[in-house]
T-cell receptor, first 110, second 112 residues
Framework: QKEVEQNSGPLSVPEGAIASLNCTYSDRGSQSFFWYRQYSGKSPELIMS????GDKEDGRFTAQLNKASQYVSLLIRDSQPSDSATYLCAVNAGYSTLTFGKGTMLLVSP | EAQVTQNPRYLITVTGKKLTVTCSQN?????MSWYRQDPGLGLRQIYY???????DKGDVPEGYKVSRKEKRNFPLILESPSPNQTSLYFC???????????FGPGTRLTVL
């Protein structure tokens, strides 16, 4: 059974701080890793994808991947109240099938 | 604009009354899937399709049917809905290669 684990939170950070979201996965054969943001009642929105070990930066977001530790993380710099949402980690280990974690709720207070 | 559309967005129905939720994508993706999302359970895959006329069960297929007669459309069919199928449903399509998955806006279904 392929599993993706995330702390459910909520993770509370003040505005302007760095939010750090973490995810571990069980399948060593996983090749692609994604972070989605989901506002309450809305659909998941892809914000980052990462395919190789190391860091990938896009604006205020940085995804980090460590395949040896089976660990992927998302850093959000200069967090804004509009970043308050649930963040879903997703992992691909087969043909286009994603396994999702249950998500971490992030709360950014003004 | 590249998008996945679903209809209806909201539906209240009664037990046993057959319904279909439509899903369409304009990105020419081969892979499409259906999920349901319930509090505390996260996203669970119901069915997926790797191409026209190729479908397979996901993690929670009981009570659902799908078809894929055209590449762009992937309807979800509930032949005899029951209250435990009350949920938020998402259709998604996935790009080949990057495997980036894009979601439709969701359908909130209530079965009384």
């Amino acid at each position: 059974q392929k599993e993706v684990e995330q702390n459910s939170g909520p993770l509370s950070v003040p505005e302007g701080a760095i939010a750090s979201l973490n995810c571990t996965y069980s399948d060593r054969g996983s090749q692609s890793f994604f972070w989605y943001r989901q506002y309450s009642g809305k659909s998941p929105e892809l914000i980052m994808s990462i395919y190789s070990n190391g860091d990938k930066e896009d604006g205020r977001f940085t995804a980090q991947l460590n395949k040896a530790s089976q660990y992927v993380s998302l850093l959000i710099r200069d967090s804004q109240p509009s970043d308050s949402a649930t963040y879903l980690c997703a992992v691909n280990a087969g043909y286009s099938t994603l396994t999702f974690g249950k998500g971490t709720m992030l709360l950014v207070s003004p | 604009e590249a998008q996945v559309t679903q209809n209806p967005r909201y539906l209240i129905t009664v037990t046993g009354k057959k319904l279909t939720v439509t899903c369409s994508q304009n990105m020419n993706h081969e892979y499409m899937s259906w999920y349901r999302q319930d509090p505390g359970l996260g996203l669970r895959q119901i069915y997926y399709s790797m191409n026209v006329e190729v479908t397979d069960k996901g993690d929670v297929p009981e009570g659902y049917k799908v078809s894929r007669k055209e590449k762009r459309n992937f309807p979800l069919i509930l032949e005899s809905p029951s209250p435990n199928q009350t949920s938020l449903y998402f259709c998604a399509s996935t790009s080949t290669g990057p495997n980036e998955q894009f979601f439709g806006p969701g359908t909130r279904l209530t079965v009384l």
